[in-house]
């Protein structure tokens, strides 16, 4: 059973570019959650994704948006990187059945300069 | 609506002796309540879960916890810590999502020899 992975691990940007990042599900979940974890913070929800459609968020500006694809892998999109962005993405796989607790990937690094 | 207080920034305890890292927690549903790890430099693990069974909890690694209504607790016990313990401890309450979790700001466990 494969778990959860992203990618890239790191990755720098500077103030107003745009970043992608991506994540495969682990083998079986249908539904995927993004979170943001500043440094020395708890993770904060972004959003989730169920068979391809949003399926709520929290609070997070429009600039963050999302993709989840037929194979269950999603992407998280950032526009206009401000520096407050720069934190460890979480992504968070898990299957059928609301309380199904959430597998977690390593998570990628931004670093918005 | 949810949140949930860890009660506890930092915890230092001897290596052998208890553990506990307290969790309160507020939610407008049925909660279930997760119990996760992170380990420097690597991703979030799961403790245990809560999802409306038996309220005493067991999970990995000897960690247990207590779900009280009614003083709307979570506590992490483990009778002996270990050096291994050392790590950040989150808890998380969900509602009948689990996708859609709210993190506390975590714990960060200090194990001494």
């Known amino acids: 059973e494969t778990g959860v992975t992203q990618s890239p691990t790191h990755l720098i940007k500077t103030r107003g570019q745009q970043v992608t990042l991506r994540c495969s599900s682990q083998s079986g979940h249908n539904t995927v959650s993004w979170y943001q974890q500043a440094l020395g913070q708890g993770p904060q929800f972004i959003f989730q994704?169920?068979?391809?459609?949003?399926?709520g968020r929290g609070n997070f500006p429009p600039r963050f948006s999302g993709l989840q694809f037929p194979n269950y892998s999603s992407e998280l999109n950032v526009n206009a990187l401000e520096l407050d962005d720069s934190a460890l993405y979480l992504c968070?796989?898990?299957?059928?059945?609301?309380?199904?607790?959430?597998?977690f990937g390593p998570g990628t690094r931004l670093t918005v300069l | 609506a949810q949140s949930v207080t860890q009660l506890d920034s930092h915890v230092s305890v001897s290596e052998g002796t208890p553990v506990l890292l307290r969790c309160n927690y507020s939610s407008s549903y049925s909660p279930s309540l997760f119990w996760y790890v992170q380990h420097p430099n690597k991703g979030l693990q799961l403790l245990l879960k809560?999802?409306?069974?038996?309220?005493l909890v067991k999970g990995i690694n000897g960690f247990e916890a207590e779900f009280k209504k009614s003083e709307t607790s979570f506590h992490l016990t483990k009778p002996s810590a270990h050096m291994s313990d050392a790590a950040e401890y989150f808890c998380?309450?969900?509602?009948?999502?689990?996708?859609?979790?709210?993190f506390g700001d975590g714990t960060t466990l200090t194990v001494k020899p």
């Open positions: 968070a796989s898990r299957g059928a059945g609301g309380r199904n607790e959430q597998f």
């Open positions: 994704y169920y068979r391809e459609e949003e399926n």
């Open positions: 809560y999802t409306s069974a038996a309220t």
């Open positions: 998380v309450v969900s509602g009948l999502n689990a996708g859609k979790s709210t």
